[in-house]
């Protein structure tokens, strides 16, 4: 597989502050359950699986039903705290919960599996207007770019 982010990235922080916004946006609400399930789409930067989060939590507390993930997912993109990839059919965390239904775009990458979320507002503007042009009404905005990151992109570089 592909590399990981660059040595400067602190992934710990990023985890950390995840659960952070979590707590600060559901209080109570974030279940233990809820909140392992988070850890593990934040457990690194490339979408997960409803079945492969299904599988960590039978390791860990024993059989999990498939129901209680996918409720814990949908409590999870509700709340704006993780983005369902449809390209990838799983599920990243949100870099920005704070605004809840935002319209976002990912860059994925088709090698190592990465995902990195942008919040470009200028991006999202002009899909609305191209949209409204055409007479089509938006509901909500994701919009997927598969591609390679920097890293497998050095690396096919350096294999031609």
């Not at 990243?92 to 319209?103: I, L, N, W």
Request: charged share 25%; proline share 4%; net charge positive.
């Amino acid at each position: 597989m592909g590399k990981r982010r660059t040595a400067h990235h602190n992934h710990n922080a990023c985890v950390r502050d995840a659960l952070a916004a979590a707590r600060a946006l559901c209080g109570a609400k974030l279940t233990p359950l809820r909140r392992r399930v988070l850890e593990l789409i934040w457990a690194s930067h490339r979408p997960i699986g409803a079945y492969a989060i299904l599988e960590a939590l039978g390791r860990e507390r024993g059989r999990a039903a498939p129901p209680t993930v996918y409720r814990t997912l949908a409590f999870l993109t509700e709340h704006g705290l993780a983005h369902r990839i449809a390209m990838a059919n799983a599920y990243v965390g949100c870099v920005h919960p704070e605004a809840a239904g935002h319209a976002s775009q990912f860059l994925l990458c088709a090698d190592c599996g990465e995902a990195v979320e942008l919040d470009d507002r200028r991006i999202a503007r002009a899909v609305a207007s191209e949209a409204r042009r055409k007479g089509f009404a938006v509901l909500s905005q994701s919009l997927e770019v598969r591609g390679r990151c920097p890293a497998c992109a050095g690396d096919r570089a350096d294999v031609g």
